[in-house]
Nanobody, 116 residues
């Protein structure tokens, strides 16, 4: 049973911070690149960040660079996204995605709501 359980979302004032977490099970976590993908109300999926399988490299969409920091712990099978300086444009469901290059898995997401 593959699971990607995202947590840490909530209602935050503009300028605030959150730390999202995704805990994985049921597959070889260290073989997968981990990404965060978000979906704002009424919009499509937007890639936010990827951290490679060993945690050596992280990339971000331009709109979050300098505000979002991704990390992973392959012993705990966890990926985190530290978010600062939230704006209303960050309001979305944030999904955790695992991709080996051959197979991929999705979590249920966690809601981030930023009040202006």
């Amino acid at each position: 049973e593959v699971q990607l359980v995202a947590s840490g979302g909530g209602l935050v004032q503009s300028g605030g911070s959150l730390r999202l977490s995704c805990v994985a099970s049921g597959f070889t976590f260290s073989s997968y690149d981990m990404s965060w993908v978000r979906q704002a109300p009424g919009k499509g999926l937007e890639w936010v960040s990827t951290i490679d399988s060993d945690g050596d490299s992280a990339t971000y969409v331009d709109s979050v660079k300098g505000r979002f920091t991704g990390s992973r712990d392959n012993l705990e099978h966890e990926v985190k996204l530290q978010i600062h300086s939230l704006t209303s444009d960050d309001t979305a469901v944030y999904y955790c995605n695992a991709d080996s290059g051959y197979t991929d898995y999705w979590g249920q997401g966690t809601q981030v709501t930023v009040s202006s």
